[in-house]
């Protein structure tokens, strides 16, 4: 493996500890950057341009799938970790819809990360072995031939998205769930409505309630 320039972020200093541990062992890896916030971390990647960021799902001033989704937005070319406590598809599919490239379960994670780095460099996704059915199941629904409806149109982003709408689910709620920005959902919102021709006030939140069976 050459040599490899990391960020690495986690808001808890002791599993923090035990990782910089791990990576400093591997004299191909150079930590050039950690921190324990989301913002401080999105900040050292845009500045320092790594070739990978190791994130903690779940951090103070912003969530780890936040900090891929804006870095991916301006054309970072640096590649995703995230390490995580939750082990529902749900999440998983989140991130992976996101961009990551990694993801780790937090209680394997001493014993993973570096062959998650190996893979993820290496161009390949990663997964913890006790969810790689979660990516076995994601990539047989990729092949499969996409419907004529009109929620084929749709990402898996927009679709669970639509299904807290369809809980009737307010934006907010709807960015707690899933970690990212009260703006973020605001456009997906707008890009739902667009795909499915949607217009009119509360015509979304009649849409998803009509059609809640099908997603």
């Keep these: 493996m050459q040599q490899l320039e990391v960020v690495i972020a986690d808001d808890h200093p002791i599993f923090l500890a035990g990782l ?3 990576l400093e062992d591997e004299p191909a890896i150079e930590i050039i950057g950690e921190t324990g916030n989301g913002e401080e971390a999105l900040n050292l990647i845009q500045t320092l341009k790594p070739v990978l960021a190791i994130l903690d799902i779940s951090m103070p001033g912003k969530s780890g799938l936040e900090i891929v989704q804006e870095s991916l937005a301006q054309s970072q070319d640096t590649a995703f970790i995230i390490l995580t406590m939750y082990r529902e598809e749900e999440y998983f599919n989140h991130a992976l819809d996101c961009g990551v490239k990694g993801y780790l379960l937090k209680e394997n994670a001493s014993g993973e990360l570096l062959n998650c780095i190996k893979s993820v460099v290496g161009g390949h996704h990663y997964v913890s072995p006790v969810l790689s059915e979660y990516l076995i199941k994601r990539t047989t629904q990729t092949q499969l031939s996409p419907s004529d409806s009109l929620l084929s149109k749709l990402t898996q982003m927009e679709e669970r998205v639509l299904q807290l709408i369809a809980e009737n689910k ?7 769930e899933l970690f990212i920005s ?4 605001q456009n997906h919102r707008t890009n739902i409505c667009n795909k499915l021709d949607l217009k009119g006030h509360n015509r979304l939140l009649q849409f998803a309630l009509e059609n809640k069976e099908k997603f």
């Design 182 to 185: 009260h703006r973020t959902v």
């Design 170 to 176: 307010t934006s907010k709620e709807i960015a707690d």
């Design 20 to 22: 910089v541990r791990i």
